[in-house]
């Protein structure tokens, strides 16, 4: 009598796919933490200037972003040693002065729209660490004669 | 034959968009030549959205007429989609940077909502791996296909439904279609962008399906190989 021979595996075995396993677990919580970062804050990218005056005082030190349009005729820059930008943002209900020592891009212009990151400083100004300039969804050609923007901000041109 | 002649005749219309986009077309009063991104950025956007609105009714033709054909066009279509989303933003940061001043605004619902189509769609050809049995993965795939689906329209309208930095639709937008917000050489050098960039997609899909049917034959030929192996060893005993 033989003994019969040790059974020889039918099909390779199916290899077990960890590393798969563990990129889908690291796709799923990159999701959970950017639904939930979207719903947490993103429905309220900036404030506007008067959602801001209305907190009052509580509003004092805050780190927020304020978003609305650099009013006409507001933007003064001191180009000295310390350079400094000062504006005026307005929801054309209520106006908040903004001053900044960060230099915003060449699209940053009177009547635009801006989101400013800082606080509000005892006096009412804005202290602002960093000027996004928004883009609206208006192109618009050149007149001639103009020079469209380049890439430094020049007040006064 | 004819593929290849469509080939040529997307890579040719992909030139002459861009060539028109960087040389012909003015810079912006605004945003200067920063604008000329603006081209193939929104085109890749919409061949985002499309790959991936293909992918869902793909998926469910699958879940309906039962033919792995259909998967296969779902599974082409991810991957040409995950392509273009991640062209789209990187375009989009390169944008951000000289306009806005920004690379990229995790809290602006647009930027967010964006990641995470393209996060959706990696998921989505990772599960692909999952299985190893051809109707399991196409059924799988068609649910997820499905419901990632709808983050499509969150994407288009998100700068509509909420406060974000990202400016809303010049042209893509139900009020804008007839009046877009630009002059018409802007609009007439996007819409030549548009339809190159869908001829070259059109191109990558069809390949694209190709090589998936091919990969399905070979997937099959090695489990039939694996199940006559089987059965000589079988009959040998």
Do not use: C
Not at chain 2, 1 to 7: E, F, H, N
């Amino acid at each position: 009598m033989t003994v019969a021979a040790p059974p020889e595996p039918i099909l390779p075995p199916r290899r077990r796919p960890w590393g798969i396993v563990v990129l889908v677990a690291v796709v799923i919580v990159v999701i959970g933490f950017l639904a939930f970062s979207s719903i947490g804050s993103a429905l309220v990218y900036y404030v506007t200037p008067s959602e801001l005056l209305e907190r009052g005082n509580a509003a004092v030190g805050e780190t927020v972003r304020l978003g609305g349009l650099v009013e006409q005729g507001s933007v003064e820059q001191r180009d000295s040693e310390d350079y400094e930008l000062s504006f005026v943002i307005t929801d054309s209900e209520a106006s908040i002065p903004v001053v900044t020592t960060s230099a915003p891009t060449a699209s940053f212009r009177e009547g635009t729209g801006a989101v400013v990151e800082g606080s509000l400083d005892e006096q009412g100004v804005f202290r602002a660490t960093q000027v996004i300039v928004k883009h609206d969804e208006n192109y618009e050609v050149p007149a001639s004669g103009t020079v469209p923007s380049d890439n430094s901000y020049l007040p006064g041109e | 034959m004819k593929t290849r002649i469509l080939g040529l005749v997307a890579l040719a219309a992909v030139i002459a968009a861009t060539a028109v986009a960087l040389f012909v077309v003015p810079p912006d009063q605004n945003q200067g030549d920063a604008q000329r991104i603006m081209y193939p950025h929104v085109a890749s956007a919409w061949l985002a959205y499309l790959s991936f609105g293909v992918t869902a009714l793909a998926g469910i033709g699958w879940l309906w007429k039962r033919d792995l054909r259909l998967d296969a066009v779902a599974h082409s279509a991810a991957e040409i989609g995950v392509m273009f989303t991640a062209f789209a933003i990187w375009g989009g940061m390169m944008w951000g940077r000289p306009v806005w001043g920004v690379f990229w605004q995790w809290e602006d619902p647009r930027l967010t909502t964006t990641a995470l189509l393209l996060a959706l769609y990696v998921g989505y050809l990772l599960l692909r791996r999952l299985s190893d049995d051809p109707e399991r993965r196409a059924t799988r795939a068609a649910i997820v296909g499905v419901i990632a689906a709808v983050d499509i329209p969150i994407v288009h309208f998100s700068v509509e439904w909420w406060r974000g930095l990202h400016q809303t639709a010049t042209i893509g937008s139900p009020d804008r279609v007839l009046n877009p917000a630009a002059p018409m050489v802007f609009v007439g050098s996007l819409l030549g962008m548009l339809g190159a960039f869908t001829l070259a997609w059109l191109y990558l899909m069809i390949r694209r399906y190709q090589l998936a049917r091919a990969e399905a034959a070979r997937e099959e030929a090695r489990r039939m190989d694996r199940i006559m192996t089987a059965r000589t060893v079988e009959a040998a005993r």
